[in-house]
């Protein structure tokens, strides 16, 4: 794991070109080990004695004192995430046209065509399928019974959409991608994937040098203590594991950082309503686990 200062180094020589992509996230990586942590360092021990307080920021007190950070690294593949769809973006504002044949290949070698049934008199797709009464089928549109659904070729539903990106028919999510995660989508999705496909080929190396910069700064700034508090043990494991932080009006209760008080420090109308709140959804709970559909 590399050292604050040598993350610096790395991240200049990267931002000047006098190192490839490559090699700095092997130099980033090379000496990462499961399981290891920024503060089992020595480095961080050593610096952490310079910006550490003498008590708790929080609740005052000096027991077991900690650098607790308020935000935390994000992960890399989030940040390609990012960057590859600002990059898309870019590219559809300049160039949102896509030839229909090269759409239609997209699609049959990424996705499987599952068809909306539909009426075969007025071709709509509000239909329902019933059990005990035949014809099976009726269209509540036009009002037809029938027996077999119709169904429009995928090649029918491109030549639509081509005519009129926002037509009501080509907004079904009937193409389902071929991975292993099997999402569906509708054609201005389809559309928009083969666009960023094309973006992340054209301008690959782009986006991951600025991805990989974006997450060398968010680490630094981790290991630079920028934002930290002390804290004692129990305020940090508040904050880390509930997201809550002490009351600054009472001093004794621990809220919701997104709260400005605890509960029974609100003003009465509101500390009613708020408890009156809680206590329906503690009954509604009961009823619910009482029913079996907890």
């Given at each position: 794991m590399l050292t604050y200062n040598e993350l610096l180094e790395l991240k200049e020589k990267l931002t000047n070109d006098e190192i490839t992509l490559e090699l700095a996230k092997e130099l980033f990586w090379k000496d990462y080990k499961e399981g290891e942590r920024a503060w089992h360092s020595k480095d961080w021990k050593e610096r952490r004695i310079e910006v550490i307080k003498d008590k708790c920021q929080i609740c005052g007190s000096k027991e077991i004192l900690t650098l607790q950070h308020l935000s935390h690294?994000?992960?890399y593949y989030e940040y390609e995430r990012d960057v590859t769809r600002e990059h898309t973006q870019s590219f559809v504002e300049s160039n949102n046209s896509v030839d229909k044949s090269e759409l239609s290949n997209y699609i049959l070698e990424n996705y499987d065509y599952i068809p909306v049934s539909l009426c075969p008199k007025c071709?709509?797709?509000?239909?329902s399928k019933r059990v005990r009464k035949l014809p099976q089928y009726l269209c509540k549109e036009c009002k037809h019974e029938f027996d077999?659904?119709?169904?429009r070729l995928s090649s029918e539903l491109i030549e639509i959409f081509y005519e009129n990106e926002d037509a009501y028919v080509v907004r079904d999510k009937c193409f389902v991608t071929k991975d292993k995660w099997k999402n569906q989508h509708n054609l201005s999705q389809v559309k928009y994937w083969l666009q960023r496909n094309k973006t992340k080929t054209k301008d690959s190396d782009v986006i991951e040098k600025k991805a990989f910069l974006l997450y060398l700064d968010d680490n630094i700034k981790y290991l630079s203590?920028?934002?930290?508090?002390?804290?004692?043990?129990k305020c940090a494991s508040n904050f880390d594991l509930h997201l809550m932080d002490l009351c600054p009006i009472c001093k004794e209760n621990y809220k919701s950082i997104q709260y400005e008080t605890c509960i029974q420090c609100l003003p009465e109308d509101k500390r009613k309503a708020v408890l009156e709140t809680i206590e329906f959804g503690r009954k509604m709970h009961e009823m619910h686990k009482s029913l079996g559909i907890d």
């Open positions: 690294p994000r992960k071709k709509s797709k509000d239909i077999k659904a119709v169904f203590f920028e934002d930290t508090i002390t804290a004692c043990r």
